[in-house]
């Protein structure tokens, strides 16, 4: 087998990973999963949402509250490899329990290899129009 072929491999696998960590992130994300989003985040994480940018730690905080929202989906997922840094762009859907009003965010997750494995280092959300 030449290099070609296992970098091909490697994507492959690597893309595989990726997916189920974004379907990961966002289960969490819906079920205050804070033990799975220890898991998936960089020491070094930092999410900025509008208005707000917050640590890991600061982070992992605000998701062990009861989340604000539920039928959280996502659409559209593009993800790119980028030698050790992958971004995931996406549209995410959900439903806000104060009103019912249907929301729309798009987002974009930064993954890094380390150690031989994929953690989320960056996340960034916006609603649309703002």
């Known amino acids: 087998?030449?290099?070609?072929?296992?970098?091909?491999?490697?994507?492959?696998?690597?893309?595989?990973?990726?997916?189920?960590?974004n379907n990961d992130y966002v289960h969490a994300d819906q079920f205050n999963d804070v033990q799975r989003f220890s898991e998936l985040l960089g020491e070094d994480f930092v999410v900025?949402?509008?208005?707000?940018?917050?640590?890991?730690?600061?982070?992992?905080?605000?998701?062990?509250?009861p989340r604000p929202f539920k039928d959280l989906a996502v659409h559209d997922v593009k993800i790119r490899i980028l030698s050790d840094v992958a971004l995931i762009h996406a549209r995410?859907?959900?439903?806000?329990?104060?009103?019912?009003?249907?929301?729309?965010?798009?987002y974009t997750d930064t993954y890094q290899k380390r150690e031989g494995g994929w953690v989320c280092v960056s996340a960034c959300a916006i609603a649309p129009g703002t």
Request: glycine share 4%.
């Open 92 to 106: 995410a859907t959900y439903i806000m329990l104060a009103d019912g009003a249907a929301q729309e965010a798009l």
């Open 1 to 21: 087998m030449n290099d070609t072929n296992t970098d091909t491999e490697q994507s492959i696998e690597d893309l595989r990973i990726l997916e189920q960590l």
């Open 48 to 65: 900025q949402t509008p208005g707000v940018t917050r640590d890991r730690a600061e982070f992992l905080e605000y998701i062990a509250k």
